[in-house]
């Protein structure tokens, strides 16, 4: 039967337990003087006196070494030594048979049957304790080792997850960005929330600008030279609205229009778009500088309105736009008809906030398409030099 000596632990609770040892012999006289000289050195052990017992104890106590004899009754050692080592799922055990010192064969047969070490009885004390020492840094290796690959296999797994989440967000963001703007459509994928499509009522800041005299020259120009220019003035315009952080609400040929505080609320709106605005006409000039060179006479206006507006998506089944329905959106576009070339028009609501910001001269009031009263509309000239 087996037998659990008193102060020995079934299991080891803690890494810095001392290592656990099977001694497996027929003879308690042999057990008794190895496992005398074991706990000499501070190992916890535990005994069995067959072959059989032998493999029960090692599923009980999951032992970190087997001192394992060769000659026992009903199941002799290399037998159990070989279904031990031949059972793919227990743990990595190693194995130190014990033979009689003229028995040869007997070490051969085990090492074949997969044990790691042996000794010769009678067990010399010395011999004994380095083979243990030995055999356990390797055990410890082994399980360092099986560990790290455990840790790396669990990394694996989670890195594969992370970029399968990633690419599915991506290619999502890529359909949503089909007719959404860019920041919408991340929103949506990284909050899993798609109310904001949503039809709702926001104070926003408007931005519409377009080309002066773009339609004589997409008449006169061929259409590569045309596709061109637009390319290099989106491009640079580009670059702003996302320095800003403005969400593009839609394209209309040379024309832009540009939304502040939606879908994401922002600090500031009407003083980004302001900024915004003056960062756009500087660089168009330099743009405009360039094109003329090539014969293409262009100039560029903007106009920006701040108020409250509808927003929402519009369309049909599998083509859907992100829109702005309302008067602020309205005036922004007219304010941006009525610029000449490098002037920034914007309505009272934007220049209240901005008077301490920038230089600006009133345009008086305007008469403009769509709106049954006059507007008062104001000319940005540039950010203020006063403190």
């Known amino acids: 039967m087996l037998a659990i000596r008193s102060g020995v632990r079934v299991q080891r609770l803690k890494m810095n337990d001392p290592p656990r040892i099977l001694v497996v012999d027929d003879s308690e006289e042999n057990r008794d003087i190895i496992v005398t000289r074991l706990r000499a050195h501070g190992y916890e052990t535990s005994e069995a006196a067959d072959g059989e017992t032998g493999l029960a104890a090692v599923s009980e106590c999951a032992p970190d070494l087997i001192l394992l004899d060769v000659t026992m009754p009903k199941l002799n050692g290399i037998e159990v030594c070989r279904r031990l080592k031949s059972n793919g799922n227990r743990p990595f055990t190693p194995i130190i048979i014990l033979t009689a010192r003229t028995d040869t064969k007997d070490v051969v047969a085990g090492l074949d049957a997969g044990a790691d070490e042996y000794l010769t009885k009678p067990v010399d004390h010395a011999a004994l304790v380095a083979r243990v020492r030995s055999v356990l840094r390797l055990k410890e290796l082994h399980d360092r080792v099986q560990a790290q690959a ?142 003329r060179h090539f014969g293409h006479e262009l100039g560029f206006g903007i106009g920006i309105a701040h108020g409250y507006a509808t927003l929402g998506c519009i369309g049909f089944e599998g083509r859907f736009q992100y829109s702005v329905t309302g008067k602020v959106a309205n005036l922004a576009s007219r304010l941006c008809d009525e610029a000449s070339n490098g002037q920034i028009l914007v309505d009272a609501n934007v220049h209240r906030a901005i008077e301490n910001l920038a230089d600006v001269e009133a345009q008086g009031d305007l008469v403009l398409k769509g709106f049954s009263r006059p507007v008062k509309a104001f000319s940005i000239r540039g950010l203020s030099s006063r403190p």
Not at 153 to 162: D, F, G, Q
């Open 150 to 291: 455990d840790d790396l296999a669990k990394w694996n797994r989670s890195l594969e997850l992370r970029v399968a989440e990633q690419v599915a967000e991506i290619e999502r963001v890529g359909r949503l960005k089909r007719f959404l703007p860019s920041q919408l459509a991340h929103l949506i994928v990284s909050s899993h929330d798609e109310s904001i499509l949503e039809s709702h009522r926001r104070e926003i800041t408007v931005l519409f600008c377009d080309l002066r005299g773009f339609t004589a020259f997409a008449e006169a120009a061929e259409p590569e030279e045309v596709l061109a220019v637009l390319r290099e003035y989106h491009a640079a315009l580009g670059v702003l609205i996302d320095k800003f952080e403005g969400t593009v609400e839609r394209f209309t040929g040379d024309g832009l229009l540009v939304l502040f505080n939606d879908p994401l609320p922002c600090p500031n709106p009407v003083e980004r778009a302001v900024q915004m605005a003056i960062e756009m006409r500087d660089e168009v000039a330099s743009l405009a500088t360039k094109w």
